[in-house]
């Protein structure tokens, strides 16, 4: 059975730093990634690494970095320079080399002063 737990999220001043994490379990994973959804908006793709390469939103671009343990089946999210506008739920996806996709139960990040 596949696990997905996201920890991290908080709430922070515009300008400050967060570091997502989210381990899973279960299964062998493609890709790991983050997506988020504020109010009222629809979920996005933050940032993912694949097992090839990695993509970024062009919003988080030069601000977050991705980063993935294989051994650990976790992946990182560092969020910098954080503005009023990356204010969101953010949520874990991995996805099996069967294309199986699973999420994690979410984790609310907020800035403001």
């Known amino acids: 059975q596949v696990q997905v737990v996201e920890s991290g999220g908080g709430l922070v001043q515009p300008g400050g730093s967060l570091r997502l994490s989210c381990a899973a379990s279960g299964s062998i994973f493609s890709t790991m990634g983050w997506y988020r959804q504020a109010p009222g908006k629809e979920r996005e793709l933050v940032a993912v690494?694949?097992?090839?390469?990695?993509n970024y939103a062009d919003s988080v671009k030069d601000r977050f970095t991705i980063s993935r343990d294989i051994a650990k089946n976790t992946v990182y999210l560092q969020m910098n320079s954080l503005k009023p506008e990356d204010t969101a739920v953010y949520y874990c996806?991995?996805?099996?080399?069967?294309?199986?996709?699973?999420w994690g139960q979410g984790t609310q990040v907020t800035v403001s002063s």
């Open positions: 996806n991995v996805r099996t080399f069967l294309s199986k996709n699973y």
């Open positions: 690494a694949h097992s090839d390469g990695i």
